[in-house]
């Protein structure tokens, strides 16, 4: 067991990198995939259900845990990973872009970010030190900075600010988040789709110096496209010899582009979210398991997943359960969807291992191709 965060490249194939990062709290295989367990739990999942899909880290938000309960309490009890019983790695989100997103009636200043509670009105503040003093509190392994994310759609006058803003508060996240060692302090790369303004930023980022970087900006609405041609550059832009995060991503083929294209760490809230709503990702594609066509079908969801939705259940059942609005419906499909991501992760850190990154890719386009 290690008391130091450190990150290994243990392997590339083209431009996917396997790696592994240590932690205190446990070892985290890359490329890796983080359910979001926004409000101190993975919705529909128990903490041990959640570690048994294979998931070595999880994504908490700062945004909502300062609004209910508050960091103050959860560190009263003991800290985030006592709190919502799960004593693996948790990256937390900084509340930059969940302010953007969520909260009303915005104040920005070069201070940082005054707002409404989506939840009750009540009035906030949100600086980089006191996103780092909440993350603290919160106990997380992996600190996110305090970032600037411009409602979109933004010009890019007012991507260069806010980008501009962002490392500043960088640099004032760095320096409120002091000498923790066996903790990370990742800084999020900004500009948009702009190639010189996320070099810009990188070299920025580069300069003050982080145990890991992430890549701000995307999955907005910019498209799969879009992204990629992104990511054709921002991953190498970034020091190789540190985790490179990719924030909000993404579907299944999203993920694959990606991990081609050099990142290490995802997360996003599609597999859960999408769960609850009957959305089953598999190896064929995606399968709404409302639909009428599935009422009588004896098959499981998916015969090469090893999940307890398609262990033990018909599609006839699960489309039964999601029809009568049972709670067990979105339980079931939360953890089959989870289950389908860490199994496309693992997939792709043994093709990277084996050196068959390229054909493995073609196999996972050919079989949702078959449909
Ligand atoms: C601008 C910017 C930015 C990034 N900054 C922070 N702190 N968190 C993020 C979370 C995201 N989720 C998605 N898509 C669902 N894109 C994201 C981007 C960010």
């Excluded at 991501?341 to 386009?365: N, V």
Aim: aromatic share 8%.
């Amino acid at each position: 067991m290690t008391t130091r965060f450190a990150f290994e490249k243990l392997g590339q194939d083209g431009k996917a990198r396997l790696g592994r990062i240590s932690t205190p709290r446990g070892e985290i295989r890359t490329p890796a995939f983080m359910p979001v367990g926004t409000a101190a739990t993975v919705k529909a999942m128990m903490p041990e259900s959640v570690a048994a899909t294979g998931a070595d880290i999880l994504l908490g938000n700062t945004y909502h845990l300062m609004l209910r309960p508050s960091a103050e309490r959860i560190d009263r009890l003991g800290g985030l990973h006592r709190f919502m019983n799960w004593e693996r790695p948790i990256l937390t989100d900084s509340g930059g872009f969940q302010v953007m997103s969520l909260a009303s009636l915005r104040k920005l200043t070069e201070e940082g970010v005054r707002f409404k509670s989506h939840i009750d009105g009540s009035d906030h503040m949100l600086t980089p030190e006191r996103s780092m003093e909440i993350q603290r509190l919160l106990g997380s392994d992996i600190v996110m900075c305090f970032d600037e994310c411009p409602a979109l759609p933004a010009d890019r006058g007012r991507i260069e600010e806010s980008m501009r803003l962002s490392m500043r508060w960088a640099a004032r996240s760095r320096e409120a988040f002091g000498d923790r060692p066996g903790h990370a302090l990742f800084g999020i790369q900004q500009g948009g789709l702009e190639e010189d303004l996320r070099a810009e930023s990188a070299r920025a980022l580069r300069d003050i110096g982080f145990e890991g970087y992430a890549i701000g900006g995307l999955a907005v609405g910019e498209g799969q496209e879009a992204m990629f041609a992104c990511l054709d550059h921002a991953p190498d832009q970034l020091p190789e010899d540190r985790p490179r995060y990719l924030m909000g991503v993404g579907k299944p083929d999203d993920i694959v582009g990606a991990v081609k294209r050099g990142v290490d760490m995802m997360d996003c809230v599609l597999p859960s979210r999408s769960g609850r709503t009957g959305q089953a990702f598999t190896r064929h594609g995606v399968v709404n398991i409302k639909n009428a066509r599935h009422a009588d079908d004896p098959r499981p969801l998916d015969e090469g997943c090893s999940c307890p939705a398609c262990r033990s259940y018909s599609r006839a059942y699960l489309h039964h359960v999601f029809r009568s609005q049972e709670m067990i419906s979105g339980m079931l499909l939360t953890w089959h969807n989870l289950q389908y991501y860490q199994d496309l992760m693992a997939g792709m850190r043994a093709a990277i291992a084996a050196g068959t990154f390229a054909d493995w890719e073609a196999g996972f386009h050919a079989a949702r191709a078959a449909g």
